[in-house]
C-alpha cells in the first residue's frame, strides 16, 4: 500500500518549494473518519483514497486535487459533512470532492435512474472544474484494479461495462491514453473473460519471435535517424488486448491478419524534426499512402499531436510508425493533466480550454434529457471519439462525430438551421442530406421558413444534438396529437354516462383524480388517454358512483378500437408479461432482444398492436418515444418457454454438433434453430436460438455448452 510519505515525495520532486500543508491535513482527516472501515479486500478503506491520490500525484495535479482525492469518499461514506468539508479545506476542496461524490443518499426508482443521476452530476461538476473527471479516473482505475474481491459476477460486469462505457471514452477524450488502456483491458477481462484468454495466448504465443523483430526494427530505425543527424529516442509497444478484440470484430478480421500488434515511435527533440524524420522513413521504407495522418498539423480536439505512418517494412509486413516530440508524447500520456502545473489557483490557459469546449457542449446536450436510458445513450454517443473536421462557408472549423451528415451540420449552427434545413452543398455541389461529411469538406444548408424536421431524420443522424432536437420536436408534435385525441376520447366516453366532460376538467376533484393516476396536469392525463396508457374508461370510473359503474362497465366498442386496436380485454395474461394496473392489453416481445424472464424488461405502446416489452438495455427501445413507455412485469405464476439466440466460438473438430445437441437436451433447452459456418483459421461460429425458461436456466445452458471440448466461447446475443 502506498503511504502519504510516497505522495509527499513525488509533489515535492515535481517542486521542492510546494506547500504540503494541505495535502498532510488532508490525510489526517480522511485518515480519522475512515477508521474501522475496510475494503472488500480485507485492506484498511484508508488504502483506497491513498492510491487515488498517488495516481495523481504521479500525474503531477496540485496539491488541490490531491488533497481532494484523500478526501473524495468522506461524504458518502463516512459520518463528515459538507461544512466541515469547507471549514477546513475551503470551497475550492469541497466543491470537488461534491463533483465526485455519487448520488447515494436520494431515493430514485431504480439502479439505472441513480446511475444516470450520478454521471450527469459528475458531469456538471466536470464542466466547471476539470480536477472533478481527473479524480473520477483515478477513483475507477483502483477500483478496476481491485474488482476481482466483489464475489458476485453480475456486479463485476455491470461496473465493468460502465467503465467501458463511460470512463474509458472519457480518458480518451481526454487524452489520458494509458488510463484508456488500462480500464478498456480490465472491463474486457471481465465482461469477456474467455475472449481476453484467447487473445492473451495468441500474443503470447510467438512473443520471443515478436520481441526480436522489435529489436531488429529499432536498430534499424535508429540508424537511419542517426546517420541523418537526427537524434532520436525509438520505442516498440504492443496494441492492448481490446483494442485488437475491437478491431478483429470491427474489421471482421482473424488476429493473424491485425498488423499494427506491435507499432514504434519515434521520438524527437523539435516539431520540424518530426517532418525530417518522416522523409528518411518514407525513403527507407515505401509508405502506405492512405495510412498516414498528420496530427501535428490537425491536432485531435484532445490536443493529441503526433504523425502516423504505415510503410512495408523489413520483412514486407505492414509497420505502423508514429513520430513525435517529447513535449508531444507527454501530452499523448497525460491529455489535460500534462497542462496542469503546481501553481495556487492554477487553471487551464484559454487556449487549452477551447479545445475541450466539447465539454460544455456535452452538458448542454444533456440538459433537456430527463430519461434515465436515453441520457446514458446520448452519453456514450458524445464520448465516441471518432471525429471529422468540416468548414462552414466562412472557413470556421466545426468537429462532428464520424458519419455526421449535413442534418448534423445544421443544427450544430443553431437548432432553427437544423428545423428548417432543406438542402445542403458540399464543396459547391449538392448532396443527399443523409451524405456522409468527410474531413476537409466545405458545407452550406439551404434553409427555408416554416419547413419543419422529419421524423425519418432520426434514422441517419450521428450527433447528440441533432437527435434530441429532432426528437424533442416529434415528442411536441406527438404529444399534442394525443392530447387532442384523447380530449375527443374523453368527452365521448364522459357523454355515454351523461357527464359534461369539459366541466369536470374545470372542477377541483379533476385535480384530485390527476394526482391519484400519478400526473402533474390534465392535459398530461389527456395525452396518456390518446397515447393509450390509460383508457377512458378507467378515467370516468373516478367521476361516478359505484353501483352505476356496476351497471355498465365496458366502454363503447368504438372507442376502446379507436384507442388500442384490436387489443381484446382478458381476465388473466395469455403470456408471461402483465402490464402493471391493466389487464386488458394485447401483448407482444420485441424480436430484436429477445426478453426472457429474469431480464429487466419495459413495455412500449403501439396503436393497433398493443405493448411491445423489450430488455431495458434494448438499442431500439432507446430510440422509442418515452412518452408510449409503459411499465411491465414478468407473470411468474405462468410456466412458459421463450425464444433467445446464443453465439458459440469453437475449434472445428468432428462431433462437435453433436456434442452441443446433446449438452444443451441435458439442459432442458429445446432447439429452435441453428446455423454454424467454419472461418479460414478452422474456427466455427454457430448461432443457435434456444426455448429457455429464464435467465437462470439460460446460465445453466450456457455453463453446459462450456464444457464442451474446444469450445471458446458461448455467450447470449444482446442487440
Known amino acids: 500500500m502506498i503511504r502519504i510519505n510516497d505522495i509527499i515525495d513525488r509533489i515535492l520532486e515535481s517542486d521542492p518549494d510546494i506547500d504540503t500543508d494541505l495535502v498532510e491535513r488532508a490525510y489526517v482527516f480522511s485518515a480519522r473518519v475512515h477508521h474501522g472501515q475496510m475494503r472488500l479486500s480485507g485492506e484498511p478503506y484508508l488504502s483506497h483514497p491513498l492510491e487515488v491520490a498517488g495516481l495523481l500525484a504521479d500525474m503531477n495535479l496540485d496539491v488541490v486535487s490531491i488533497a481532494s482525492a484523500l478526501l473524495h469518499d468522506v461524504i458518502e461514506d463516512t459520518h463528515a459533512t459538507e461544512e466541515e468539508i469547507r471549514e477546513m479545506f475551503g470551497p475550492e476542496v469541497l466543491h470537488i470532492v461534491n463533483g465526485v461524490t455519487k448520488i447515494s443518499k436520494l431515493t430514485f426508482d431504480n439502479a439505472q435512474v441513480r446511475q444516470a443521476e450520478s454521471i450527469r452530476k459528475m458531469l456538471l461538476a466536470m464542466a466547471d472544474d476539470i480536477r472533478v473527471i481527473l479524480i473520477k479516473l483515478a477513483d475507477r482505475i483502483h477500483n478496476m484494479r481491485t474488482l476481482k474481491f466483489h464475489r458476485k459476477e453480475s456486479k463485476k460486469r455491470q461496473i465493468s461495462q460502465e467503465t467501458l462505457d463511460i470512463y474509458a471514452p472519457l480518458a480518451s477524450r481526454l487524452g489520458i491514453y494509458w488510463m484508456k488502456k488500462e480500464l478498456e483491458d480490465t472491463a474486457f477481462m471481465y465482461l469477456m473473460p474467455d475472449e481476453y484468454r484467447r487473445i492473451e495466448q495468441m500474443v503470447d504465443k510467438d512473443r520471443l519471435e515478436r520481441e526480436q523483430y522489435v529489436e531488429t526494427v529499432k536498430e534499424r530505425l535508429g540508424e537511419e535517424m542517426a546517420e541523418a543527424g537526427i537524434k532520436c529516442e525509438v520505442m516498440g509497444r504492443y496494441k492492448h488486448f481490446y483494442s485488437i478484440y475491437h478491431k478483429m470484430v470491427s474489421q471482421n478480421l482473424d488476429f493473424e491478419d491485425i498488423y499494427d500488434i506491435i507499432a514504434f515511435r519515434i521520438i524527437v527533440g523539435e516539431k520540424y524534426q518530426c517532418y525530417e524524420a518522416l522523409g528518411h522513413l518514407h525513403a527507407l521504407w515505401k509508405p502506405i499512402d492512405i495510412k498516414f495522418k498528420d496530427y501535428i498539423g490537425r491536432p485531435k480536439p484532445n490536443m493529441y499531436q503526433s504523425l502516423h505512418t504505415t510503410v512495408i517494412g523489413p520483412y514486407g509486413e505492414r509497420v505502423e510508425i508514429q513520430i513525435r516530440t517529447l513535449e508531444m508524447d507527454q501530452v499523448a500520456k497525460s491529455g489535460i493533466a500534462a497542462h496542469w502545473g503546481y501553481k495556487e489557483g492554477q487553471r487551464l490557459d484559454e487556449s487549452v480550454s477551447e479545445q475541450f469546449a466539447w465539454i460544455q457542449e456535452l452538458i448542454e446536450n444533456q440538459e433537456m434529457v430527463k430519461d434515465p436510458e436515453e441520457f446514458l445513450e446520448n452519453v456514450r454517443i458524445d464520448l465516441f471519439p471518432d471525429e471529422v473536421y468540416v468548414f462552414t462557408p466562412q472557413g470556421e472549423v466545426k468537429t462532428l462525430s464520424k458519419g455526421a451528415t449535413p442534418v448534423d451540420f445544421a443544427y450544430m449552427i443553431h437548432t432553427e438551421v437544423g428545423h428548417q434545413c432543406t438542402g445542403a452543398k458540399v464543396n459547391g455541389r449538392m448532396v443527399s442530406l443523409r451524405y456522409e461529411l468527410q474531413t476537409g469538406d466545405v458545407v452550406e444548408i439551404t434553409t427555408q421558413k416554416g419547413h419543419t424536421p422529419s421524423k425519418d431524420w432520426l434514422k441517419f443522424v450521428k450527433t447528440v444534438k441533432a437527435r434530441s432536437r429532432i426528437r424533442q420536436w416529434v415528442k411536441t408534435q406527438d404529444k399534442n396529437r394525443s392530447t387532442a385525441l384523447g380530449r375527443e376520447m374523453c368527452e365521448k366516453a364522459f357523454r355515454k354516462y351523461k357527464l359534461n366532460f369539459n366541466t369536470i376538467l374545470r372542477s377541483e376533484e379533476m385535480d384530485g383524480v390527476v394526482e391519484g393516476f400519478g400526473f402533474k396536469t390534465a392535459e398530461d392525463l389527456i395525452a396518456s388517454v390518446g397515447y393509450g396508457k390509460i383508457t377512458p374508461l378507467q378515467v370516468v370510473r373516478k367521476f361516478l358512483r359505484e353501483e352505476e359503474t356496476e351497471e355498465d362497465q365496458r366502454p363503447d366498442d368504438s372507442i376502446l378500437n379507436k384507442l388500442m386496436g384490436r387489443m381484446r380485454k382478458r381476465k388473466k395474461p395469455r403470456t408471461g408479461v402483465s402490464v402493471k394496473g391493466i389487464d386488458d392489453m394485447l401483448i407482444r416481445f420485441g424480436k430484436c432482444c429477445q426478453p426472457v424472464p429474469g431480464d429487466p424488461i419495459i413495455g412500449y405502446i403501439t ?71 467454419i472461418r479460414g483459421n478452422q474456427m466455427v461460429d454457430s448461432v443457435f436460438t434456444l426455448a429457455v425458461k429464464n435467465t437462470q436456466h439460460l446460465e445453466q445452458v450456457l455453463a453446459s455448452i462450456r464444457k464442451v471440448r474446444m469450445i471458446t466461447e458461448a455467450r447470449r446475443i444482446n442487440t
Open 607 to 677: 396503436r393497433g398492436h398493443g405493448v411491445t416489452v423489450h430488455r431495458t438495455g434494448c438499442v431500439n427501445a432507446l430510440k422509442m418515444n418515452p412518452d408510449r413507455r409503459i411499465d411491465v412485469e414478468w407473470n411468474t405464476a405462468r410456466e412458459e418457454t421463450f425464444p433467445v439466440k446464443i453465439h458459440i466460438r469453437s475449434y472445428d473438430r468432428v462431433g462437435l454438433l453433436a456434442d452441443l445437441a446433446a449438452n444443451i437436451s441435458k439442459s432442458g433447452a429445446n432447439i429452435l434453430t441453428a446455423n454454424s459456418e
